[in-house]
């Protein structure tokens, strides 16, 4: 029995293992990276209800599906009653079994997701999308290191969510009660930029009519957010690196110190090591904000969220709207995988809002895309700086692979379901693949059959 259940759920595209007593089987399955545990309460030696146990004792989390046969139905109902997510009455058969377990891991699948998005709401109801690698790891950081005081250094082209990513930071923090202050070094005036960030006393110079905190002071108690940190004069770099070490501001002209206690979060588009190197920027100063860098790569090297993103606009530009819009046709939204993205989620979240505001119908269209998306080749290096060394190199050419990979992954889904007009359960015959494996994938890319049907 338990060859010809691996046979099937591999078929099915599961990874499956097993073992024939209970003894063994309690062992690895807390100690392996399973997810499910098929479980026959017939065992030769222990008992199946004490398998159980010992399993759930030991990881609460792993997903328990009970084998019982009409000897052992009152065991199974107290293993339900005590957290396994469903029995399968012997004989089954590969469809019960495949049902049975495609049931439990998508609704497991749910419940992550669930609480994935309800963990990621930062003000104003913006939620940080995202289901590529890339993405996933950065949220991980965020919640490891949003709780610390760590000073954090976000890197990343424009457009990128580095102000996102700093505001989920501070809305996971400790202060998130206390005041979020972002300002953006690249639009102050070189000369003003000391005044503004550490304030003045009435008279201090000319035009200081008044007696003004600087941003530091607002963001007492909270998080100061300082975007283009690379466009700090460099006269003001040491005291910048003074303040943050002694934790106190003196304003320009004033004679009283004042302890700030604030988390920094800066960000940058530029190399900041580089201009280390170049003698623009301070070393110290430089190590004293990048205790934690986390990098937001470019929105053309992880394909699998630009599917997601687009429709996530969708939603909320329909929201702020009368539009009735149901998605995009395939076609459409392979131009927008294929697009590179320059401005990033900011040029995406734009252009969807602007084509929402002027499209009058059920879908969008490849007509209705701005020309720079429809008339440009899709070919952007992911490749942006050259590999420095071997561990460089190696890591490019991964990314490389893998992106051309996701590009063709995501082309072949959007053929199939269009040849399909829409239907999940023909385009995975199309394709020769398992409906539940087709399905999966879609999912990865955050396509939704209702909106890929014939254009
Ligand atoms: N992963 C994401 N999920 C949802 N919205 C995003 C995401 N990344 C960026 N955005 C949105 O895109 C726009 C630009 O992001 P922003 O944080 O200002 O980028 P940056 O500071 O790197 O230039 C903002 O409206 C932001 O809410
Ligand atoms: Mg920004």
């Given at each position: 029995?338990?060859?010809s259940?691996?046979?099937?759920?591999?078929?099915?595209?599961?990874h499956?293992?097993?073992?024939l007593t209970g003894?063994?089987?309690?062992e690895?399955?807390?100690?392996g990276?399973?997810?499910?545990?098929?479980?026959?309460?017939?065992?030769?030696?222990?008992?199946?209800?004490e398998?159980?146990d010992?399993?759930k004792a030991r990881?609460?989390?792993l997903l328990?599906i009970?084998?019982?046969g009409?000897a052992?139905?009152?065991t199974?109902?107290?293993?339900?009653k005590?957290g396994?997510?469903?029995?399968i009455?012997k004989?089954?058969?590969p469809?019960?079994l495949?049902?049975?377990v495609?049931?439990?891991?998508d609704?497991d699948?749910?419940?992550?997701?669930?609480?994935?998005?309800k963990s990621r709401?930062?003000?104003?109801?913006?939620t940080?999308?995202?289901?590529?690698?890339?993405?996933?790891d950065?949220?991980?950081q965020?919640?490891?290191?949003a709780p610390?005081?760590f000073?954090?250094?976000?890197?990343g082209?424009?457009?990128?969510?580095?102000?996102l990513?700093?505001?989920a930071?501070h809305v996971?923090?400790a202060r998130?009660?206390?005041?979020f202050?972002?300002v953006?070094?690249s639009?102050l005036?070189?000369?003003?930029?000391?005044?503004e960030?550490?304030?003045?006393v009435?008279g201090?110079f000319?035009?200081?009519?008044?007696?003004?905190?600087?941003?530091?002071a607002?963001?007492?108690?909270?998080t100061?957010?300082l975007?283009?940190i690379?466009?700090?004069?460099y006269?003001l770099?040491?005291?910048l690196?003074?303040?943050?070490?002694?934790?106190?501001v003196t304003?320009?002209?004033?004679?009283?110190e004042r302890?700030?206690d604030?988390r920094l979060?800066?960000a940058?588009?530029?190399?900041l090591?580089a201009?280390v190197?170049?003698?623009?920027f301070?070393?110290?100063?430089?190590?004293?904000?990048?205790?934690i860098?986390?990098?937001?790569p470019?929105?053309r090297?992880?394909a699998a969220d630009i599917?997601?993103?687009?429709t996530?606009?969708l939603e909320?530009?329909?929201?702020?709207s009368?539009?009735?819009?149901?998605?995009?046709?395939?076609?459409?939204m392979?131009k927008?995988?294929?697009y590179g993205?320059?401005?990033?989620?900011?040029?995406?979240?734009n252009i969807?809002?602007?084509i929402v505001?002027?499209?009058?119908?059920?879908r969008?269209e490849v007509?209705h895309?701005?020309?720079e998306i429809?008339g440009?080749?899709?070919?952007?290096?992911p490749a942006e700086?050259?590999?420095?060394n071997?561990?460089e190199?190696?890591?490019?050419k991964r990314?490389?692979?893998?992106?051309?990979y996701e590009?063709?992954?995501?082309?072949f889904l959007l053929?199939?379901?269009?040849?399909?007009?829409g239907?999940?359960t023909?385009?995975?015959?199309l394709?020769?693949?398992?409906?539940?494996?087709?399905?999966?994938?879609?999912?990865?890319?955050?396509?939704?059959a209702?909106e890929i049907?014939?254009?």
């Open positions: 029995m338990c060859i259940c691996k046979r099937v759920l591999e078929e099915d595209g599961h499956v293992d097993y073992v003894t063994e089987g309690a690895r399955a807390v100690a990276d399973y997810r499910l545990v098929l479980l026959d309460l017939k065992m030769p030696d222990l008992a199946g209800m398998v159980f010992r399993i990881r609460p989390d328990v009970i084998i019982t009409y052992t139905i009152q199974s109902i107290e293993c339900i005590k396994a997510v469903d029995y009455p004989p089954f058969t469809e019960e495949t049902l049975a495609d049931k439990a891991l609704t699948r749910l419940r992550e997701e669930n609480a994935f998005l709401l930062v003000p104003g109801n913006e940080i999308v995202g289901r590529s690698e890339v993405m996933l950065v949220i991980k965020i919640e490891k290191i610390t005081d000073s954090v250094l976000l890197h082209e424009s457009g990128t969510g580095k102000e990513v700093a505001k930071i996971a923090s998130r009660d206390r005041p202050v972002a953006d070094i639009s005036t070189p000369t003003l930029v000391e005044s960030l550490f304030g003045h009435r201090a000319t035009g200081a009519t008044q007696t003004r905190p600087g941003y530091f607002l963001a007492h108690g909270g100061l957010f975007d283009e690379a466009n700090i004069p006269e770099q040491g005291k690196l003074r303040v943050l070490e002694t934790r106190r304003p320009i002209g004033g004679q009283q302890a700030i604030i979060v800066c940058t588009n530029r190399d090591a201009l190197e170049a003698g623009t301070r070393e110290d100063l430089f190590y004293r904000i990048n205790v860098p986390i990098l937001l470019p929105l090297e992880r599917p997601l993103l687009a996530h606009f909320s530009a329909k929201r702020k009368a539009a009735r819009i149901d998605g995009f046709t395939t076609e459409a392979a927008i995988v294929a993205w320059p401005g990033n989620v900011r040029e995406l979240k969807v809002e602007r505001a002027t499209v009058d119908g059920p969008i007509r895309l701005p020309p429809t440009r080749a899709p070919a952007v290096s700086e050259i590999p420095k071997v561990e190199l190696k890591e490019a990314a490389v692979r893998e992106l051309a590009r063709i992954e995501q082309q053929r199939a379901l269009k040849e399909a007009g239907n999940v023909r385009a995975a015959e394709t020769g693949m398992q409906r539940t494996n087709f399905h999966a994938l879609m999912r990865k890319y955050g396509l939704r209702g049907g014939g254009s």
